[in-house]
C-alpha cells in the first residue's frame, strides 16, 4: 500500500508542530473506531510525551468488555487552544465523534471508506485498507516515522482494530497487506486470545437472550433479504443499546439462501432506526447513502427516518438481489 512521501512528511510535520492533539474517530464506535483512536494515543504518548493528547468521543457503547479505555470527557476550555485533529475511520464530516473538531487549526483524515468527504486540510484515504487501523500501522511504519517507536499498547489496540473490521480476517476486505500488518503487529508483547480475541469475543449470558429473540423473530422479504428489527421495548427487556443491535448480523453470515441481511434498531434518542447492511458480494453502501447512510461496498449503515423507511430500504435493498441474479 503506498503512502506518498510528501503526504507522510506533512503529516509528521503537522504532529510535531502543535502541542495538543485530539485524536476523533465515529459516532458509535465500533473495534476499528476505537482501536485505530487508541492505537494512534498510545503512540503519541510514547513518541511526543509533552505533548497533550486527547481521545474525545461521545455516544461511546463498550465494544469488547474491558478492551478499551474510557473516552475523554474534555472541556470547552482545552478546545481554545490552536489544535490539530486527527480523524480517523470517519468518512463522512457528521459522524465525526465530537462536533468541537471544527475548531482545529488543521485536520488529517485517515480512513478507508469508499465514497466519503475530504474534510480534512490532508486526506490520506485508502479504500484498499481492511481497516483504518491497519491504515494508520502501516503510515507510522513507512520510513518517514522509522526512528520513533511502536509501544506494545498501541500495536495491540491496531491489532484490535484489523481483527475487528476483517471479521477475524474472513471478509473480502482483508488482504495480503492485512495480513502482513497483522503479523507484525502479532509479535508485539501482548497476548492475542487473552487481551483481544477474548474481550472482543466473550458475552454474558443475558446475552444468549438476545440471540433467542433475534433467531425466533427475524424475517425474510420476498426478495430475500433477511432482517430482524429491535424496537425500544425490546431494546429494553434485552437491556442492550441500539448501537448493539447489529451484533447479531454474525449469526446470518453462513447462509447461502441469504444474500443480504440487516438488522434495525429504535434509537430511543431520536426516534429513528439505526440500520446495519452486510452481504457477500452485493453492493448495500449505495442503498444505504439514500437514508442518511453509507459505508462499505457489502458492510453499511443507514439511518431510516421510521419504520415506513425501514420497509422501504428493504424493498431497495431487494431489487439489488433481482440485479444480482
Keep these: 500500500m503506498k503512502i506518498a512521501k510528501t503526504m507522510r512528511e506533512n503529516i509528521r510535520s503537522l504532529i510535531e508542530e502543535y502541542d495538543t492533539i485530539m485524536i476523533f474517530r465515529h459516532t458509535s464506535p465500533d473495534f476499528d473506531a476505537l482501536g485505530s483512536q487508541f492505537g494512534m ?62 475548531l482545529a487549526a488543521k485536520i488529517v483524515k485517515i480512513d478507508h471508506h469508499p465514497m466519503g468527504e475530504r474534510y480534512g486540510d490532508i486526506n490520506l484515504v485508502r479504500p484498499e485498507a481492511g481497516a483504518a487501523a491497519e491504515l ?55 497476548n492475542p486470545q487473552k487481551d483481544v480475541y477474548y474481550p472482543i469475543y466473550n458475552k454474558p449470558l443475558t446475552d444468549f437472550e438476545a440471540i433467542r429473540t433475534v433467531m425466533n423473530n427475524f424475517k425474510i422479504s420476498k426478495d430475500g433479504v433477511a432482517y430482524y ?15 448493539d443491535a447489529k451484533a447479531y448480523l454474525y449469526l446470518f453470515n453462513y447462509c447461502d439462501e441469504i444474500l443480504i441481511w440487516c438488522s434495525f434498531s429504535e434509537d ?7 440500520a446495519s447492511l452486510r452481504s457477500r458480494d452485493i453492493t448495500v453502501n449505495e442503498v444505504a447513502s439514500h437514508y442518511g447512510g453509507g459505508g462499505h461496498r457489502v458492510a453499511a449503515g443507514a439511518r431510516p427516518k421510521n419504520l415506513d423507511e425501514v420497509y422501504q430500504l428493504i424493498e431497495d435493498l431487494g431489487k439489488e438481489i433481482k440485479k444480482a441474479r
Design 41 to 102: 494515543y498510545y503512540w503519541l504518548k510514547e513518541n511526543y510525551p509533552n505533548k497533550t493528547i486527547y481521545v474525545p468521543g461521545t455516544s461511546f457503547v463498550e465494544v469488547g468488555r474491558n478492551l478499551f479505555p474510557d473516552n475523554d470527557v474534555v472541556s470547552d476550555e482545552a478546545f481554545k487552544k490552536p489544535f490539530l485533529a486527527l480523524i480517523l475511520d470517519t468518512s463522512v464530516a457528521r459522524r465525526i465523534s465530537d462536533e468541537r473538531y471544527k
Design 136 to 190: 494508520v500501522y502501516t503510515l507510522l511504519t513507512t520510513s518517514t516515522f522509522k526512528d520513533l517507536k511502536m509501544p506494545d499498547q498501541a500495536a495491540r489496540y491496531l491489532y484490535v482494530g484489523i481483527v475487528g473490521d476483517t471479521g477475524r480476517f474472513q471478509y473480502s476486505s482483508a488482504t495480503a497487506h492485512t495480513l502482513k500488518c497483522a503479523a507484525e503487529l502479532y509479535n508485539y508483547n501482548f
Design 229 to 243: 428489527i429491535l424496537n425500544k421495548e425490546e431494546l429494553a427487556r434485552l437491556h442492550i443499546d441500539s448501537d
Design 268 to 274: 430511543e434518542r431520536t426516534g429513528n432506526y439505526r
